[in-house]
């Protein structure tokens, strides 16, 4: 099956600091997504994104598809962004079933 | 609120218990899904139903079970529970245009 790998696998950051993730995968996907799930164990969809960017806020994601990876930036980082993100894909569109990295553990500090 | 519900949110189990760990979702999506996540990882997937009516194994699924019941339900059942399946357990159904939508999840011990 399709492996997924994260980097960083931790972050610090600062308050207001920008930040890039990184999610790699072995083989072509048509379904991708990432994930932010809080402190307290919730999954929040941030962008379905196979590929392209899209932007929410002060999110964005690229993913370049050709190239099997995406990014997810952050800007001007705030406390709540804390938790894990999560990218996941899927090679087959019509099933949608999505193998998941194992997460970048963010820490945003006041 | 629209979205995807999960019963229960915790529970205790003794090891050879039986469970059905219940989902339902209201946004007419076709597709449905069961993960685990363990302690620092990321999440796997036991069963998936891509349309009512069809169930499919994923990753995981020794020692678990699943019902699609109707388009807004699946449910996941552990026949014999096992220390090696205390997880936190979520649901998910998709559509094509804006993927994943997660429930809160149920997080199972089994001693």
């Known amino acids: 099956g399709i492996q997924v790998e994260q980097s960083p696998p931790d972050l610090i950051l600062q308050e207001g600091a920008n930040s890039t993730l990184r999610c790699n995968f072995s083989?072509?996907?048509?379904?991708l997504q990432w994930f932010h799930q809080n402190p307290w164990g919730q999954l929040i969809n941030l962008f379905y994104?196979?590929?392209g960017t899209k932007q929410n806020g002060r999110l964005s994601a690229t993913t370049v598809a050709t190239e099997r990876y995406s990014l997810l930036y952050i800007s001007s980082s705030q406390t709540t962004d804390s938790g894990v993100y999560f990218c996941?894909?899927?090679?087959?569109?019509?099933?949608?079933?999505?193998?998941f990295g194992s997460g970048t553990r963010l820490q945003v500090q006041p | 609120n629209a979205g995807v519900t999960q019963t229960p949110k915790f529970q205790v189990l003794k090891t050879g218990q039986s469970m059905t760990l219940q989902c339902a979702q209201d946004?007419?999506?076709?597709?449905m899904y069961w993960y685990r996540q363990d302690p620092g990882m990321g999440l796997r997937l036991i069963y998936y139903?891509?349309?009512?009516?069809?169930?499919d194994k994923g990753e995981v699924p020794n020692g678990y079970n699943v019902s699609r019941l109707n388009k807004r339900e699946f449910s996941l059942r552990l026949e014999s529970a096992a220390p090696s399946q205390t997880s936190v357990y979520f649901c998910?159904?998709?559509?094509?245009?804006?993927?994943?939508?997660f429930g809160s999840g149920t997080r199972l011990t089994v001693v």
């Open positions: 998910a159904s998709s559509d094509r245009s804006t993927g994943y939508t």
């Open positions: 083989d072509s996907v048509n379904n």
């Open positions: 994104i196979p590929s």
């Open positions: 996941a894909g899927g090679r087959t569109a019509g099933r949608r079933a999505l193998t």
């Open positions: 946004m007419n999506h076709n597709s």
């Open positions: 139903s891509a349309s009512e009516g069809t169930t």
